[in-house]
């Protein structure tokens, strides 16, 4: 099958190899380029960058248009963590129109950060949704689904990569019987969202109940990044586990922070402007109020 493949972030790299494996990309569109860092040195997405390496043509329009789809003559497009919005026109173009790799079951976590939201909301389970792709926010038909078990202990970065092999293999099977797959309508009243995260929805707030912080933690983990206000320093928590029951905040114990029913004891931080470094280290060498906000 001819496809076109849309995608951007790591997310989208294993179906990419996929297609390349079993199908005839005619093309992969990719975000354009930005400038990144201190620096403002341009950087390609890892999408762009694993073409480059296939030696697959590439597009990084700032709009799709339908007459340049067209004109790539694709059995179909595939979408995964593109992040563009895709018009009717461009929709109805393919013959088996648009279909995306979605890492939630939906209709549940419709939106930029599924598997984020899911996290941080406690879920059990999640998993990977190939959807035709409709106009709106992920409310397309359903051609197929496939649950994922969330570990206790498990990132929102380590979720997807898990999430992202199975919609990989999900999406193969999916092309392989698409003609004979009999699409299933969302239930919108079910709907639930998780919008792009932002800095903000990274602050842990130790008021909280122990499972809902370290949810948090987990949820934000690798990006935006969980933190917290120590004093006027801000404190980045790159690794920490969480301890139930009454907490101990003895210096010699390590940096342990109380929230209600039990605590968080970090094992690695990062300060603003610091380099990473365990908790206790720093500990060591710096004077700060402990956090706070347990019963």
């Known amino acids: 099958?001819?496809?076109?493949?849309?995608?951007?972030?790591?997310?989208?790299?294993?179906?990419?190899?996929?297609?390349?494996?079993?199908?005839?990309?005619?093309?992969?569109?990719?975000?354009?380029?930005?400038?990144?860092?201190?620096?403002?040195?341009?950087?390609?997405?890892?999408?762009?960058?694993?073409?480059?390496?296939?030696?697959?043509?590439?597009?990084?329009?700032?709009?799709?248009?339908?007459?340049?789809?067209?004109?790539?003559?694709?059995?179909?497009?595939?979408?995964?963590?593109?992040?563009?919005?895709?018009?009717?026109?461009?929709?109805?173009?393919?013959k088996y129109g648009v279909l995306n790799v979605h890492a939630s079951l939906l209709p549940k976590y419709r939106g930029a950060a599924p598997a984020q939201w899911a996290v941080i909301n406690g879920e059990k389970q999640t998993g990977i949704t190939i959807m035709q792709t409709a106009r709106g926010v992920d409310?397309?038909?359903?051609?197929?689904?496939?649950?994922?078990?969330?570990?206790p202990d498990e990132t929102a970065g380590e979720l997807l990569g898990r999430l992202s092999l199975l919609g990989c293999d999900l999406l193969l099977e999916t092309l392989a019987n698409i003609a004979a797959i009999e699409p299933i309508k969302q239930n919108d009243v079910n709907a639930t969202h998780a919008p792009m995260l932002e800095k903000k929805d990274g602050q842990l707030d130790f008021s909280q109940d122990i499972s809902t912080v370290y949810n948090r933690f987990r949820g934000v983990t690798p990006s935006p990044g969980a933190w917290f206000m120590a004093g006027e320093k801000v404190i980045k928590v790159l690794e920490c586990v969480p301890e139930h029951g009454d907490p101990c905040c003895n210096p010699k114990a390590g940096w342990v922070i109380a929230c209600r029913n039990g605590a968080l004891r970090l094992i690695k931080i990062q300060a603003a402007g610091k380099k990473a470094m365990s908790a206790n280290d720093y500990l060591r060498g710096n004077s700060l109020s402990y956090p706070s906000g347990g019963d």
């Not at 590439?58 to 595939?78: C, F, G």
């Not at 409310?139 to 570990?151: F, S």
């Open 1 to 94: 099958m001819r496809v076109i493949f849309c995608g951007t972030p790591e997310f989208a790299l294993p179906v990419l190899l996929g297609l390349h494996d079993n199908h005839e990309i005619a093309a992969v569109l990719t975000q354009p380029d930005k400038p990144v860092g201190r620096g403002h040195r341009v950087a390609f997405s890892p999408v762009k960058q694993a073409a480059m390496e296939l030696g697959l043509p590439i597009l990084q329009p700032e709009r799709v248009v339908s007459k340049d789809i067209a004109a790539l003559n694709a059995d179909v497009m595939i979408t995964a963590a593109y992040g563009r919005i895709l018009g009717q026109k461009v929709l109805d173009t393919p």
């Open 139 to 151: 409310c397309g038909d359903i051609l197929q689904q496939k649950a994922l078990d969330i570990g």
